[in-house]
């Protein structure tokens, strides 16, 4: 009998990374600031700008580092409203209280995608807009940036677990005022830990720069795309110096000799991740008691993990039921709304100020939607186990179900 595949373990770091951190180890050389030029952390950033078709890039600590850094770039007020989704993870919303902003959860539907009616009503409270693609799952872009450039209101993507995602072929993250990514483990580059935010403007890069902690003129180490002086980013750090809190969100030079010879290794885990998931969406919509929900029409996914929704299962008893079933299979499936204290059910959120908000469509999305990490390097032997144990896990309880009768 197959055995079911470990779906936890990362791939191997390229092989390439092992001497420059041995080079780095030998010299000692790890904070960003000390080499005087072409540091791995200032060279990570000009090969990500230049992958992803941006001016300019900052690495930092984290994804959520990178979110609040933003925030804190766009000088919002104290107290701020900030639109973020209702199906995110926590350190979403634990990024705009660091802010000093009030996180305002907007609605999420049973494709995990943003209510735009609901984005509609909420977003003239707000003063900024943080849309996460929460598991690589793109909302109405279009949608959302037409009304948010009509109200003039700047909008950030969280891109941490989109990184190779397109919409109508552009890349996500660079289709708002900020993109932000994050290089921790479960995500499509492995670092451990690692963030990265992109802009092309030079004001709010500035401000971001001197925040994450180059203090002094330690600004002066980051250049244009081209490695060269940028006149505009220079005059808008003269404006900045010595004006802004240093937050010490720094990436260090072992993360990124160990992103780096990543990057190249993105296209081909986006296809495999994408013609994996596809290979078992098909699959599992074969059974009547789950649904894969489709990519929106201008969406080309990247996903390293697959959601689903349980259909006709009424209790939810019989929802944990299936998870249960499942494991004995060997397949581990989360329903984000059933596991204790998951920290991506935002009524788990106890740290937002004021009253926690009822949003009953994310509710029942929360309530019903499966996630189980499909992550690129599996192979097809794998895939077929893992899409034939949720059907039997289905089957079984469903099947139970309707011989009781109820
Ligand atoms: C992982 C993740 C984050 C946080 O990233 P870190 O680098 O761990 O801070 C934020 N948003 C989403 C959607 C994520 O998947």
């Not at 059974?287 to 996903?303: G, I, K, M, N, T």
């Amino acid at each position: 009998m197959a055995t079911a595949p470990n779906v936890y373990d990362a791939e191997p770091i390229p092989a390439a990374a092992r001497a420059e951190i041995d080079r780095l180890l030998q010299s000692g050389d790890l904070f960003r600031y000390t080499a005087p030029e072409n540091a791995p952390v200032a060279l990570l950033e000009r090969e990500f700008a230049d992958m992803m078709g941006s001016k300019y890039a900052l690495a930092v600590s984290s994804c959520s580092a990178a979110i609040f850094l933003s925030l804190e770039a766009l000088d919002l007020p104290h107290g701020a409203n900030v639109l973020i989704p209702a199906f995110t993870f926590a350190a979403v919303p634990s990024a705009v209280v660091h802010a000093n902003c009030q996180p305002v959860l907007v609605e999420v539907a049973d494709n995990y995608r943003i209510d735009i009616a609901d984005f509609e009503a909420k977003l003239p409270t707000a003063q900024a807009v943080i849309i996460s693609h929460m598991r690589g799952h793109t909302s109405d872009m279009d949608a959302i940036m037409a009304l948010c450039d009509a109200a003039g209101i700047p909008v950030i993507e969280d891109a941490a677990h989109s990184l190779g995602t397109t919409w109508h072929g552009r890349k996500i993250g660079t289709i708002a005022k900020i993109g932000c990514f994050s290089f921790q483990s479960y995500k499509l580059v492995n670092a451990g830990e690692g963030g990265i935010l992109i802009t092309d403007d030079a004001d709010l890069v500035a401000r971001a720069v001197i925040m994450s902690g180059a203090y002094e003129h330690n600004w002066a180490k980051h250049k244009a795309p081209d490695g060269q002086n940028d006149p505009e980013l220079a005059q808008a750090f003269a404006r900045w110096q010595n004006q802004l809190p240093l937050y010490n969100m720094r990436m260090q030079n072992l993360s990124a000799a160990v992103i780096r010879p990543q990057l190249p290794e993105v296209a081909r885990r986006v296809r495999d991740g994408r013609a994996n998931h596809d290979y078992v969406a098909e699959q599992l919509n074969t059974s009547p008691w789950l649904a894969v929900p489709p990519a929106l029409a201008p969406e080309d996914r990247a996903p390293d993990s697959i959601q689903f929704n349980l259909v006709g299962f009424a209790h939810d008893d019989d929802a944990r039921a299936f998870a249960a079933a499942a494991e004995t299979h060997g397949v581990k499936v989360q329903v984000f709304g059933l596991s204790k204290d998951n920290a991506r059910a935002y009524w788990n959120w106890h740290f937002i100020p004021g009253e926690m908000p009822e949003l009953p469509q994310t509710r029942a999305m929360l309530m019903r939607a499966c996630d189980v990490r499909l992550p690129a390097r599996l192979g097809r032997d794998d895939l077929d186990y893992i899409a034939s144990a949720l059907i039997a896990a289905a089957d079984e309880i469903r099947g139970e179900t309707r011989a009781y009768g109820t």
